[in-house]
């Protein structure tokens, strides 16, 4: 290991059982009163959320759409601790949230910073129920900072409590939607859409390609019938240009950077939900181009996905989403000839779009100016939130009764470190331009 990741790893441990002492603010009957608390901050905030005129179980039982108001959340940080008042909670997620470990949405009266994440009313509570390191999202928002990618997430481990029962480790995040500090948008017709071919509800707009299109959020409501024509007029021209390999105009339609990022992140972290779900896209209004982000949704990536074929366009003559997308001939581990049925829940997009040279070309580029030689920073980072949430990891394995997973924290930065060299060769043919190490 060297000195940088060595750091790295003397920083995250320096955070564990430091004892604090803090300021609590309350407020009494319109008087405000100081408290002074020790405790102990092993460097992960804790949240404790006071459920109003309902039990955890009712919500957990419920359908996730439903929504509960009047509750408190208190967050205890470095910081010191803050009271939020009439907070909602509703549940999260569509196979998280069938897990026992639970993700949940909470909505702030008006909008809140928290822990230096950036202002927003709407914050989401992952679980990370089916990733055993916790930490692939916190990773691939990581990637999508290192490449600049558009409105790149960020977010912060906490563990939780509900009404005094302790819920585990999880990962505060503000939920996607239109915002200062996550899609700054401002035109009358600015609209955030998903792309999610793994439909579950509300209105879904088809594009020309059978490509469902959900409406995330929009600059003004009243002009949602305006806003969605627009968009669905740009993209339509997108997809017919794309596959007709009209690269001119797929340039005056789209901002290139923002998806050769996406498909980036997407490759990098080899994500099986990509290209079908969780894709997130936005356009400011008719003068503006249709823009690829906010990366969303990472559980199941960098090798945690429960099925094959996750690998996707790496190496290059083993294209199996690809493949699937379009129905190829395959052949079996035996060497039989086997016909591959299309998967209609995937996106053509991005695979007629990375044909084209032009754009390959963008995507060779940004990831040499961006990538390339810092495979020893991504991993010493790992290690670094490895480190800094391994005690809070440990009591979240104990309350849900899992054995001790810490091979798979190992595995997983063996995993990084491969695929960031594999990708160095693959995409990095110009990292010599940048006087770089390559790991």
Known sequence: MNSRRWWGVLWGSFLVAVILVVVIVLTIDGRTQTEEVAFIYDGIPRMDITLADITLEEIDNNEKVVKYDGNTVDLTSQSGVFQFDNVQISGHGN???????????????????????????????????????????????????MLGGDWAQNGEFVELYIDGDYRGLYYLVQKVEIGKDLVNLKDPLGVLVELDNLHTGGICYKAYDENCLVVKDLVDEENLAPAMRDFLDSFNALEIAAEAGDY??????IDVESFAKYYLVSEFTSNPDAYNTSWHLYKDGVMDKIHAGVYWDYDLALSNARWGGSEFFLPEDVRTREKFAFGWKDYDKDGFEVELEVDKSTS?????????????????????????????????WIEQRVAMIDEARQRDLSRWDKSDVNQESEKLINWVMRRFRHFENEYGNNCVNYDINVI
Do not use: H
């Open 95 to 145: 196979s998280t949230w069938i897990q026992t470990k639970k993700p949940y949405d909470l909505k702030f009266e008006k909008k809140v910073n928290l822990l230096g994440l950036g202002k927003a009313k709407k914050w989401v509570l992952l679980a990370n129920a089916l990733d055993d390191t916790q930490l692939r999202n916190d990773i691939a928002y990581y990637v999508g900072r």
């Open 248 to 253: 001119e105009t797929v340039e005056k339609l």
């Open 348 to 380: 053509r997009l991005i695979y007629y779009l990375m044909r084209m040279p032009e754009f390959r070309k963008v995507v060779d580029d940004i990831f040499a100016e961006k990538m390339c030689g810092r495979g020893e920073e991504l991993l010493g």
